[in-house]
């Protein structure tokens, strides 16, 4: 399918970035498992998936459950998706400028850490499509926010008098001060608004923008 980009090469686990999905429902039933959304809100909080379904407030998801895909929808924010292939623990992240300040990505590792005893050596990590730093000009509320959680300014980019910041290289720094291993974390090089005719893009499109998702499962 052309509207999919499937990360992570490993028999145990399905994981895969969509491009703007027109028809959700229709495409829900094409899914080998259930999945579990959860109710999105800018918020810094890592649900742990167990026994209960029932969709909660939180923006990042982890687990160790099989048959189940858990997901995030995007429309320019980060969707990213984490395995750990050593303790078979799978997370999902949606990561807007907001999400990207409070360290969503940074608390949700040390949530797999906690929970399931993951070493962060071990984890795999992809950042899927999204605004890149080419079209995200930004505030300075917006840069003072992030700069609370992320030392490095790399994901800073002056264009024309303005500032622009890259949401996916920012979330690769917390990573790496987290404890990640650069090789493990793949980027793609996307722009939703760049291709706003293939994604979902919020900048571009307004509050019509429809989403984009990021899954992951193992089987
Ligand atoms: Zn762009």
Redesign the pocket.
């Known amino acids: 399918m052309d509207h999919i980009i499937t990360v992570f090469e490993d028999k145990q686990v399905q994981a895969f970035f969509t491009k703007k999905l027109e028809d959700f429902e229709t495409f829900k039933k094409s899914l080998p498992f259930k999945i579990y959304l959860p109710i999105q809100k800018h918020t810094d909080w890592v649900h742990v998936l167990e026994g209960n379904f029932i969709p909660q407030i939180a923006d990042a998801i982890i687990t160790n459950r099989k048959s189940v895909l858990i997901g995030i929808k995007t429309a320019d924010c980060v969707p990213i998706l984490i395995y750990c292939p050593d303790k078979k623990v799978i997370g999902a992240v949606h990561a807007g400028w907001r999400g990207t300040a409070k360290g969503i990505l940074r608390k949700t590792i040390k949530k797999m850490v906690e929970i399931y005893s993951c070493k962060k050596e071990n984890l795999l990590i992809a950042i899927g499509p999204h605004?890149?730093?080419?079209?995200?000009e930004v505030g300075e509320e917006v840069i003072d926010a992030m700069k609370s959680q992320i030392s490095n300014n790399d994901y800073i980019i002056s264009k024309n008098g303005k500032f622009h910041i890259d949401l996916g290289i920012a979330n690769i720094i917390q990573a790496i001060e987290e404890g990640v291993k650069q090789e493990n974390i793949l980027k793609l090089d996307e722009?939703?608004?760049?291709k706003s005719n293939e994604y979902a893009s919020y900048r571009f499109h307004g509050k019509d923008a429809g989403r984009q998702y990021g899954f992951i499962g193992m089987l």
Request: contains cysteine.
């Open positions: 605004i890149r730093g080419c079209c995200y722009c939703t608004y760049c």
